[in-house]
């Protein structure tokens, strides 16, 4: 019981989730056996196994969503953790996993059934509407990064590529020039946010021949309070990221473009996983060693909160993929006592 309560205190404030998306239409109609490599535990949500050349792996995360589950189900786990920004907690919530996974399936979603960030956002609106008029609520910015170079999503260029630098005021802060900031007014304004965001990536794809799944999509949304009658304030955040595509590249196969691509991806996902896990250990943070990273540093230190969703495909050809996710997954959540 001790040992257990260590291991939550320790574990604290870092949450791994697993997402399986569903074999498509067209899959289902190429291969017999599609979703044989994975099973669930009937018993235990938070219990996947995967078998790979008769041998099975199990394991264990803080929640496993099936292939059925809905975006709904998915976003009433992430409810609480998305209002707790509400009360000064900064919020992470990332989408891990190998290209076509799902990421953008679970973070964006599609029109008749939005993901996390629609619903995270009408979610935090409606909080503070009824907090009104003491709540002033935000989207501050959206931004990709891509290369490890940062890019405005809600400007007029999108090629410009910005800089993070360390606020003049000697609060320790970190601040992006030139970033845009877009105030939210209505769900209506929400909505316009997600289209510009969208387009914006859409169009630099198209322009500098480039895939969205080679880049990490943020939303940042800050949201302060003003309680008129202490006349204190509190500020929270929350970033909603889809991350780029976690496969491995041969080195072998890539060459170029391709290979500064994934060289690029390669590092920033790893420092990102060094991060949360010395975070868990209370050892020293490197945030420095990526763009990621270091934009989201104040939210991945001290008292914030973070969820990292695996998404992992069911085909047994991404099998391999599937396993390097999950560990990936396992090492975040590991605690060495
Ligand atoms: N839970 C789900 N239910 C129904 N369809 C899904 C689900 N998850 C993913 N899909 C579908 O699977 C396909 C791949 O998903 P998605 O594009 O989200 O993957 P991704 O990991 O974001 O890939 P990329 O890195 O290329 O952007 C899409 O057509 C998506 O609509």
């Known amino acids: 019981?001790?040992?257990?309560?260590?291991?939550?205190?320790?574990?604290?404030?870092?949450?791994?989730?697993?997402?399986?998306?569903?074999?498509?239409?067209?899959?289902?109609?190429?291969?017999?056996?599609?979703?044989?490599?994975?099973?669930?535990?009937?018993?235990?949500?938070?219990?996947l196994y995967l078998s790979s050349k008769g041998r099975v792996m199990r394991f264990e995360l803080d929640k496993v969503f099936p292939p059925p589950a809905t975006q709904e189900e998915v976003f009433q786990e992430l409810q609480s953790l998305v209002t707790s920004c509400i009360d000064g907690f900064n919020v992470c919530i990332f989408a891990y996993g190998q290209t076509g996974s799902g990421k953008t399936y679970t973070m964006e979603g599609v029109a008749h059934d939005p993901?996390?960030?629609?619903?995270?956002?009408?979610?935090?609106?409606?909080?503070?509407?009824?907090?009104?008029?003491?709540?002033?609520?935000?989207?501050?910015?959206?931004?990709?990064?891509?290369?490890?170079?940062?890019?405005?999503?809600?400007?007029?260029?999108?090629?410009?590529?910005?800089?993070?630098?360390?606020?003049?005021?000697?609060?320790?802060?970190l601040y992006v020039p030139g970033l845009t900031q877009v105030g939210v007014q209505s769900p209506e304004d929400i909505q316009r946010v997600f289209e510009l965001g969208h387009m914006n990536r859409a169009t630099a794809c198209t322009n500098l021949n480039e895939h969205s799944s080679r880049s990490h999509a943020l939303l940042i949304v800050s949201v302060s309070g003003y309680n008129t009658v202490t006349g204190s304030r509190t500020q929270g955040k929350l970033n909603l990221v889809d991350l780029a595509g976690s496969e491995r590249i041969s080195r072998s196969g890539a060459e170029g473009s391709r290979l500064r691509e994934a060289q690029c991806i390669n590092k920033s996902l790893s420092a990102l996983g060094d991060v949360i896990n010395a975070r868990c250990r209370h050892a020293h943070v490197p945030f420095r060693n990526s763009r990621l990273t270091y934009l989201l540093q104040d939210s991945l230190s001290g008292d914030s909160k973070t969820l990292m969703m695996v998404q992992v495909s069911p085909l047994p050809a991404n099998l391999s993929e599937s396993i390097s996710s999950l560990k990936f997954a396992q090492r975040v959540r590991s605690v060495e006592l």
Do not use: M
């Not at 001790?2 to 989730?17: A, S």
């Not at 609106?125 to 931004?143: C, G, Q």
């Open 115 to 173: 993901g996390i960030n629609q619903r995270a956002l009408r979610l935090l609106f409606s909080e503070v509407t009824e907090k009104a008029p003491d709540w002033e609520f935000s989207i501050s910015v959206s931004v990709e990064i891509y290369n490890e170079s940062l890019r405005n999503l809600l400007g007029d260029s999108v090629s410009e590529k910005l800089d993070i630098r360390l606020s003049p005021d000697g609060s320790g802060r």
């Open 1 to 47: 019981e001790k040992c257990h309560n260590e291991l939550v205190r320790l574990r604290g404030n870092i949450r791994v989730f697993c997402r399986v998306r569903p074999v498509s239409q067209e899959e289902e109609q190429d291969c017999v056996d599609a979703s044989s490599a994975l099973s669930f535990d009937s018993d235990d949500d938070a219990v």
